[in-house]
T-cell receptor, first 113, second 115 residues
Framework: QQQVKQSPQSLIVQKGGISIINCAYE??????FPWYQQFPGKGPALLIA?????SEKKEGRFTISFNKSAKQFSLHIMDSQPGDSATYFC????????????FGPGTSLSVIP | GAVVSQHPSRVICKSGTSVKIECRSL??????MFWYRQFPKQSLMLMAT?????????EQGVEKDKFLINHASLTLSTLTVTSAHPEDSSFYIC???????????FGPGTRLTVL
């Protein structure tokens, strides 16, 4: 119930392509769904987040699509760049952003020139 | 933007010694801080939730006597790994929740290596 599933585990995309990472959850009490980007040896950084009453949110090249009925959400990175190469974690929290973050297992993205 | 710092960034210690890791919110106050552990190529696993002025809440399977957490002020939480062993070697990351708007910010992490 507390789990957040994420796929794929790793992803290789050519520069300029679209990177797509998918996540799913079971607990309908989750109320906030952030995505984090982590570079090696660094802490995770908030990339973009969405609440379940919104079906899509776009910030620059990053878009979250949210399907509440299917309990799935995804991250799309448009025009992927080598600098986007990092590990991406989808996550969920219960109720408010004051609550603990439940992380998905992560996706290692490599953007090749 | 808001910054969370951790000190030290890296620490190497001998087996059996204790190590203290500090987590500070630099430009905001945080009533709640969280401590996570991350093993190589794995996700972040929550260890405990720390509330200012009260005892920490530990996740199932985390030994509270081994991982001592103190949240003495609205800007500082500390994690002490007592009697460290090689299996405690990991990347420890804290996060702090801004009291004003609830945004959670993550620190840069501390790499602990126990020899």
């Amino acid at each position: 119930q507390q789990q957040v599933k994420q796929s794929p585990q790793s992803l290789i995309v050519q520069k300029g392509g679209i990177s797509i990472i998918n996540c799913a959850y079971e607990n309908t009490a989750f109320d906030y769904f952030p995505w984090y980007q982590q570079f090696p040896g660094k802490g995770p950084a908030l990339l973009i987040a969405i609440r379940p009453d919104v079906s899509e949110k776009k910030e620059g090249r990053f878009t979250i699509s949210f399907n509440k009925s299917a309990k799935q959400f995804s991250l799309h990175i448009m025009d992927s760049q080598p600098g986007d190469s990092a590990t991406y974690f989808c996550a969920a929290t219960l109720g408010t952003s004051y609550d603990k973050v439940i992380f998905g297992p992560g996706t290692s993205l490599s953007v090749i020139p | 933007g808001a910054v969370v710092s951790q000190h030290p960034s890296r620490v190497i210690c001998k087996s059996g010694t204790s190590v203290k890791i500090e987590c500070r919110s630099l430009d905001f106050q945080a009533t709640t801080m969280f401590w996570y552990r991350q093993f190589p190529k794995q996700s972040l696993m929550l260890m405990a939730t720390s509330n200012e002025g009260s005892k920490a809440t530990y996740e199932q399977g985390v030994e509270k006597d081994k991982f001592l957490i103190n949240h003495a002020s609205l800007t500082l939480s500390t994690l002490t790994v007592t009697s460290a062993h090689p299996e405690d070697s990991s990347f420890y990351i804290c996060s702090a929740t801004d009291l004003l708007d609830g945004t959670q910010y993550f620190g840069p992490g501390t790499r602990l290596t126990v020899l």
